[in-house]
């Protein structure tokens, strides 16, 4: 069921909801993907709904891993190099993983403050070494890199990347502001391996268009960082078009904190120069404060928009379970409907609610996910301010900082249900 009619106001424009959508059409429509359609809204009804259950929950991890698969550093934020058919890629007969990552010797709430890009190669998608950083040191815009997504074209061995830059190089002092940015660079000619060589210079591709999207330059008193990020590449199979989903929030919504989105930016053309942004395809106001990692695949006929989010992201009295969230859809424009009626598509077990997160669903319906913090103690949510109190070694100890092993779903339209787990990332 779609919701009733509701109204809120942005500067410059208002955006008017009805039947669960926003619609804020930009004056001067342009070719390619309509420009007509509605955002559609995540309700407070819809929240209110889920219900935990065991065919939505992953198996609980009782210990860490004895090994991490990258010895040395924190690995959280994980996703695979994919083709432009929205595959994993073989490259040289390795899969490839790249993940944000930051030395180990930092508490775990720290490492988003120096997180950059390393990368792991596997020739059966369980056992990975790691290759290092992705870009050489200075090459990256910002201060330090959040999450994004990277494909590679094997008919040109060209390898470009989408990541968030976050800060600004050589700061003072940490900032927040979030822009995202491309590079390419090509496969060196070493067959044995997975090195790539001649980095194009690095661009900003996308900063927030206010009609429709906050500027993201700071955090609240909770320590949500407000967001602009995480920008996921998707080929639309039906049109052949290029998109960025990526991770933002209502420009001057009335609440400034819980006021997320998942918005949306369209290719200008196949070599991907430039990108244009458009106004959201979901959105939560009063509902969620981050809409993380928006991830588009297909299946079946039908569009599939998976998105993580925290049990603190969601406003009070709101609560849902730390976990992937998701809407359907046989048009990439919506209109949108939540898996299971309220969205909740994977959550932790109740004995460890922070136990993983960070999911990307791979076309093969398995999710790929890290551990996060195993058991029941508290967590102090996810930022830095975390780990400015006494708990904060005890709490490190509980910490995974490695990749999960993978669940497997299935999907069948509006519903979804977990049916197994595997060992390995990526299935070869």
Not at 142 to 160: C, F
Not at 285 to 308: F, K, T, W
Not at 325 to 331: A, I, Q
Request: proline content about 7%; glycine content about 8%; charged content about 20%.
């Amino acid at each position: 069921m779609r919701p009733s009619i509701r109204l809120f106001a942005l500067v410059g424009a208002t955006l008017a909801v009805a039947t669960g959508c926003v619609d804020d059409t930009p004056s001067s429509p342009q070719d390619g993907p309509p420009e007509d359609y509605e955002t559609t809204l995540w309700t407070a009804e819809q929240v209110q709904s889920m219900t935990l259950s065991s065919d939505k929950s992953f198996p609980v991890i009782s210990e860490l891993p004895s090994t991490k698969v990258m010895p040395g550093y924190w690995v959280w934020d994980t996703w695979p190099v994919l083709t432009r058919d929205n595959k994993p890629a073989r490259i040289n007969g390795y899969f490839v993983l790249v993940s944000l990552t930051a030395p180990d010797s930092v508490l775990p709430g720290k490492r988003h403050d120096i997180a950059r890009y390393r990368y792991m190669i596997s020739t059966n998608g369980l056992d990975w070494e790691d290759m290092g950083y992705l870009f050489d040191e200075g090459d990256a815009l910002g201060s330090r890199q959040w999450a994004g997504s990277t494909i590679y074209d094997a008919g040109t061995n060209r390898l470009t990347v989408f990541y968030t830059a976050t800060g600004t190089r050589g700061e003072s002092s940490l900032s927040y502001t979030q822009r995202m940015a491309q590079a390419s660079a090509v496969l060196t000619p070493d067959a044995s391996t997975v090195r790539f060589d001649n980095w194009e210079p690095h661009r900003i591709i996308l900063s927030p268009d206010r009609r429709w999207y906050a500027q993201s330059t700071g955090t609240d008193e909770e320590g949500i960082v407000f967001a602009f990020r995480d920008p996921s590449y998707f080929r639309d199979p039906t049109t052949g078009l290029s998109y960025i989903t990526f991770t933002g929030r209502i420009h001057d919504a009335a609440d400034q904190t819980y006021n997320g989105n998942v918005g949306i930016a369209v290719a200008s053309d196949d070599a991907l120069t430039s990108w244009r942004l458009m106004k959201p395809i979901i959105a939560a106001p009063d509902v969620n404060a981050e809409l993380e990692r928006p991830i588009v695949v297909m299946h079946s006929g039908r569009y599939y928009l998976i998105i993580s989010t925290h049990t603190f992201t969601f406003k009070p009295p709101l609560t849902g379970p730390e976990g992937m969230y998701g809407w359907t859809s046989t048009s990439l424009f919506g209109p949108w409907e939540p898996m299971n009626g309220s969205a909740l598509m994977l959550h932790n077990p109740a004995s460890a609610p922070d136990q993983t997160y960070s999911y990307q669903l791979l076309e093969d319906l398995s999710v790929l996910s890290f551990i996060n913090f195993i058991g029941t103690g508290d967590n102090c949510g996810y930022y830095t301010n975390c780990d400015n109190d006494e708990s904060a070694a005890e709490r490190a100890e509980r910490f995974g900082g490695t990749l999960a092993r993978s669940v497997l779903m299935t999907l069948n339209g509006t519903q979804s249900s977990v049916t197994g787990i595997r060992d390995n990332q990526i299935s070869p």
